[in-house]
């Protein structure tokens, strides 16, 4: 295990200090050294060996020749064996200066030998060395080789007749001797070769590889986000100069496409501004800096008043223009009022300087948030800073032939008065903001703890709203509409109430705006239309016809199923569509009045009647009234309220009965609370009313009882009880 890991860490510091290319070169270098070493040792070997056996058996040879000699001048006196001592001892002499291992004279009419060594000579009766025999059978001389030996046999003659052989065999030692000196030799061989042949290549493929190294190393600069320098490899004119050079330029555009990218990922495509992204980095920043700097920072957040009526009518590209200027205005505020806007993207001053600073950002849609540092220089406060933004941007914005009045909301946090988490600060400032939304907007307010208390409340409610909806706690409250000739009901209006598990019947004043703000409006409205429809068809099939309003938010035209959802309800509880009754503001019918002309007709062919609500509250006119198809104007009782008194609401209301009396449509006055105004509208020709004169909300069991007089047994038909 622990040579494994060494092992793994010398390849690593190799890699990192030569490079793959260089190491794989290098063993190829040390491979094709080995093999040629290897090969030049065998070739030298094979030469070694050929010339070795061809020395040996020359020499073999000579001494066989010599010893044959001298044993033919014997032989012609007498037999092998009467030889005298000298002789032998010749023999002996000749063995250790030859290296000869051991030799023998035969004499095959004797049938005898004598064997000689480097140390002593012997008789030998009926023992023929192979080579021996050979000669003796063929006349010519013999050799072999045989486990590192060589042996020579040649004929010996006397009077020319063949009388028996001489043979010889060299040492071992001779071979093993000359061996080494070949092995020798090759090693001195290759060690010189190598000594100048390898650093000559290494030196070679150093220069060849070394760039191929450089660009290696600059790709994983590039990959680890640093721009290499390639200079020394540029300016080559060879393949790795065009390599290099084509490099450089991809790692400027890889640098070039990274800024755009960053940019982009940090810039509003619209105002250019930075994102919302880049501001929550940048409150980060700020709160790090504030440890050590100890300056406050303060925290903006804008929403723009009445800008989605700019989109509505004006359409999302003059929306655009509206945001651009505004962002323009903004910046120019904050610069004007002593701040220095800073850059954004580089946020250059905000770790190193201590002078006042600004980043201005457009958070979504209509939202902006500007981010301060204050630093006492003169510039303006947050408060000061907040009401002057305002200014700036309640001066109308021209765009086109267009004039555009806008008005801005904002709420301010401050760090570290309200903390220095990021999303705190940004939670706080809109909190503040909102709160000035819901005052009327158009105003600058600093958070305040009692606003997240009130967040806390309101997001209870609609955490208990989303659980009322669900478990059927959502419940109609039936209103009584009045005709004035006879007094008598003639429809009602269906209210939505709360009637809460624990806590009892919770006004709408608790739940309905919050409802409005969290989206949680359209599911009431619609629980409330099927109640209403199944209540509407309870009394058709009891006698009475007592049509039933149902108050609808303006969203409902925003959504594509809307007409959808009616319909079903119609289909769903069999209610007539004459029994049902939409009412909706003058505000929501001018909004997208096209939208909600084509929508109200679709559901007025099944017979659903249509009202607006709160007429005179608005900012409609005559002309875009009669576009649409509805059925009943009901008068706000903001002016009916004072109407015994006040001689202009009067004069009001009279102009809208005849208009409507032109328009053929129906009158409901709202908010009636005494006879004398009863008598008022009664007498100015008033159709419909209703107010608490002729009976407050009601739950379903008190309407009941209220109707029981007028109800008919079921087989009784339908009557219209208004007559």
């Given at each position: 295990?622990?040579?494994?890991?060494?092992?793994?860490?010398?390849?690593?510091?190799?890699?990192?200090?030569?490079?793959v290319l260089q190491m794989r070169a290098a063993m190829a270098l040390l491979v094709g050294i080995c093999s040629f070493g290897g090969l030049l040792v065998y070739v030298d070997q094979e030469i070694t060996e050929r010339a070795l056996k061809k020395e040996l058996?020359?020499?073999?040879?000579?001494?066989?020749?010599?010893?044959?000699?001298?044993?033919?001048?014997?032989?012609?006196?007498?037999?092998?064996?009467?030889?005298?001592?000298?002789?032998?001892?010749?023999?002996?002499?000749?063995?250790?200066?030859?290296?000869?291992?051991?030799?023998?004279?035969?004499?095959?009419?004797?049938?005898?030998?004598?064997?000689?060594?480097?140390?002593?000579?012997?008789?030998?009766?009926?023992?023929?060395?192979?080579?021996?025999?050979?000669?003796?059978?063929?006349?010519?001389?013999?050799?072999?080789?045989?486990?590192?030996?060589?042996?020579?046999?040649?004929?010996?003659?006397?009077?020319?007749?063949?009388?028996?052989?001489?043979?010889?065999?060299?040492?071992?030692?001779?071979?093993?001797?000359?061996?080494?000196?070949?092995?020798?030799?090759?090693?001195?061989?290759?060690?010189?070769?190598?000594?100048?042949?390898?650093?000559?290549?290494?030196?070679?493929?150093?220069?060849?590889?070394?760039?191929?190294?450089?660009?290696?190393?600059?790709?994983?600069?590039?990959?680890?986000?640093?721009?290499?320098?390639?200079?020394?490899?540029?300016?080559?004119?060879?393949?790795?100069?065009?390599?290099?050079?084509?490099?450089?330029?991809?790692?400027?555009?890889?640098?070039?496409?990274?800024?755009?990218?960053?940019?982009?990922?940090?810039?509003?495509?619209?105002?250019?501004?930075?994102?919302?992204?880049?501001?929550?980095?940048?409150?980060?920043?700020?709160?790090?800096?504030?440890?050590?700097?100890?300056?406050?920072?303060?925290?903006?957040?804008?929403?723009?008043?009445?800008?989605?009526?700019?989109?509505?009518?004006?359409?999302?590209?003059?929306?655009?223009?509206?945001?651009?200027?505004?962002?323009?205005?903004?910046?120019?505020?904050?610069?004007?009022?002593?701040?220095?806007?800073?850059?954004?993207?580089?946020?250059?001053?905000?770790?190193?300087?201590?002078?006042?600073?600004?980043?201005?950002?457009?958070?979504?849609?209509?939202?902006?948030?500007?981010?301060?540092?204050?630093?006492?220089?003169?510039?303006?406060?947050?408060?000061?800073?907040?009401?002057?933004?305002?200014?700036?941007?309640?001066?109308?914005?021209?765009?086109?032939?267009?004039?555009?009045?806008?008005?801005?909301?904002?709420?301010?946090?401050?760090?570290?008065?309200?903390?220095?988490?990021?999303?705190?600060?940004?939670?706080?400032?809109?909190?503040?903001?909102?709160?000035?939304?819901?005052?009327?907007?158009?105003?600058?307010?600093?958070?305040?703890?009692?606003?997240?208390?009130?967040?806390?409340?309101?997001?209870?409610?609609?955490?208990?709203?989303?659980?009322?909806?669900?478990?059927?706690?959502?419940?109609?409250?039936?209103?009584?509409?009045?005709?004035?000739?006879?007094?008598?009901?003639?429809?009602?209006?269906?209210?939505a109430r709360w009637h809460h598990r624990e806590k009892g019947l919770i006004p709408p004043d608790r739940f309905i705006p919050i409802a409005e703000e969290r989206g949680l409006i359209t599911e009431i409205d619609r629980a409330i239309l099927r109640q209403a429809?199944?209540?509407?068809?309870?009394?058709?099939?009891?006698?009475?016809?007592?049509?039933?309003?149902?108050?609808?938010?303006?969203?409902?035209?925003?959504?594509?199923?809307?007409?959808?959802?009616?319909?079903?309800?119609?289909?769903?509880?069999?209610?007539?569509?004459?029994?049902?009754?939409?009412?909706?503001?003058?505000?929501?019918?001018?909004?997208?009045?096209?939208?909600?002309?084509?929508?109200?007709?679709?559901?007025?062919?099944?017979?659903?009647?249509?009202?607006?609500?709160?007429?005179?509250?608005?900012?409609?006119?005559?002309?875009?009234?009669?576009?649409?198809?509805?059925?009943?104007?009901?008068?706000?009782?903001?002016?009916?309220?004072?109407?015994?008194?006040?001689?202009?609401?009067?004069?009001?209301?009279?102009?809208?009965?005849?208009?409507?009396?032109?328009?053929?449509?129906?009158?409901?006055?709202?908010?009636?609370?005494?006879?004398?105004?009863?008598?008022?509208l009664g007498a100015l020709g008033c159709t419909y009313a209703q107010g608490y004169l002729y009976g407050a909300p009601k739950s379903l069991d008190d309407t009941t009882r209220l109707l029981a007089p007028m109800l008919v047994p079921a087989s009784t038909p339908?009557?219209?009880?208004?007559?």
């Amino acid at each position: 295990m622990l040579w494994t890991r060494i092992r793994s860490y010398i390849k690593r510091q190799t890699l990192r200090r030569i490079g793959v290319l260089q190491m794989r070169a290098a063993m190829a270098l040390l491979v094709g050294i080995c093999s040629f070493g290897g090969l030049l040792v065998y070739v030298d070997q094979e030469i070694t060996e050929r010339a070795l056996k061809k020395e040996l058996f020359d020499q073999s040879m000579s001494f066989s020749r010599i010893v044959a000699a001298m044993v033919e001048e014997r032989l012609n006196h007498g037999q092998l064996t009467e030889v005298d001592t000298g002789f032998r001892e010749t023999l002996q002499q000749i063995a250790r200066s030859a290296h000869i291992e051991h030799g023998v004279i035969h004499d095959a009419q004797q049938g005898m030998s004598l064997e000689f060594r480097p140390d002593k000579t012997f008789f030998l009766e009926h023992d023929i060395w192979p080579c021996v025999e050979e000669v003796l059978e063929t006349g010519q001389f013999a050799s072999r080789v045989q486990q590192d030996q060589m042996a020579v046999a040649v004929p010996l003659l006397i009077g020319g007749k063949l009388r028996g052989a001489v043979s010889v065999i060299q040492t071992k030692e001779f071979f093993a001797y000359k061996r080494g000196e070949a092995v020798l030799r090759a090693s001195f061989i290759v060690g010189g070769f190598s000594a100048i042949f390898v650093p000559v290549m290494l030196l070679l493929l150093s220069r060849l590889l070394k760039p191929l190294n450089l660009l290696t190393r600059a790709a994983r600069q590039l990959a680890g986000g640093h721009l290499p320098d390639l200079a020394t490899s540029t300016s080559r004119r060879d393949e790795i100069g065009m390599l290099s050079r084509a490099f450089g330029r991809m790692a400027t555009t890889i640098r070039q496409n990274s800024a755009a990218e960053k940019r982009l990922a940090n810039t509003d495509p619209v105002t250019g501004l930075a994102n919302r992204a880049r501001i929550e980095t940048i409150i980060a920043m700020a709160a790090q800096t504030h440890a050590t700097t100890m300056q406050p920072w303060s925290i903006f957040f804008i929403d723009l008043d009445k800008f989605k009526r700019v989109n509505d009518t004006l359409g999302h590209q003059v929306g655009d223009e509206v945001l651009m200027e505004a962002g323009r205005r903004i910046s120019a505020v904050c610069g004007e009022q002593g701040y220095h806007v800073d850059d954004p993207l580089t946020c250059d001053d905000l770790m190193t300087g201590t002078q006042p600073l600004a980043y201005n950002a457009r958070f979504g849609g209509d939202e902006f948030v500007v981010v301060t540092r204050s630093a006492l220089q003169g510039e303006a406060s947050p408060a000061e800073l907040g009401q002057a933004i305002i200014a700036a941007l309640q001066r109308p914005i021209r765009v086109d032939a267009h004039a555009i009045d806008i008005g801005a909301s904002i709420g301010i946090s401050m760090m570290p008065e309200h903390g220095t988490s990021p999303t705190s600060l940004l939670r706080y400032a809109d909190l503040a903001m909102y709160a000035i939304k819901k005052a009327g907007g158009t105003g600058c307010r600093i958070y305040s703890e009692e606003l997240s208390d009130k967040a806390v409340s309101e997001m209870i409610v609609e955490m208990d709203l989303h659980r009322a909806l669900g478990e059927g706690e959502i419940v109609p409250f039936y209103m009584p509409k009045i005709r004035f000739s006879n007094g008598k009901i003639s429809g009602f209006e269906a209210l939505a109430r709360w009637h809460h598990r624990e806590k009892g019947l919770i006004p709408p004043d608790r739940f309905i705006p919050i409802a409005e703000e969290r989206g949680l409006i359209t599911e009431i409205d619609r629980a409330i239309l099927r109640q209403a429809a199944k209540q509407a068809v309870i009394w058709w099939k009891q006698g009475l016809v007592l049509p039933i309003a149902v108050n609808v938010a303006p969203v409902h035209f925003e959504r594509d199923d809307f007409v959808e959802y009616v319909e079903r309800v119609i289909n769903d509880t069999g209610v007539p569509g004459f029994l049902l009754e939409l009412e909706f503001t003058e505000t929501a019918a001018m909004g997208n009045s096209t939208d909600v002309v084509e929508k109200v007709s679709r559901l007025k062919k099944l017979g659903v009647r249509f009202a607006i609500d709160d007429f005179g509250t608005g900012y409609s006119n005559l002309a875009q009234l009669r576009r649409l198809p509805v059925d009943v104007l009901k008068i706000d009782r903001s002016l009916t309220r004072h109407i015994e008194t006040d001689s202009e609401a009067n004069l009001v209301i009279q102009t809208v009965i005849a208009m409507t009396q032109q328009m053929k449509l129906e009158i409901v006055v709202e908010g009636v609370e005494n006879d004398e105004q009863s008598a008022i509208l009664g007498a100015l020709g008033c159709t419909y009313a209703q107010g608490y004169l002729y009976g407050a909300p009601k739950s379903l069991d008190d309407t009941t009882r209220l109707l029981a007089p007028m109800l008919v047994p079921a087989s009784t038909p339908a009557r219209v009880v208004n007559g």
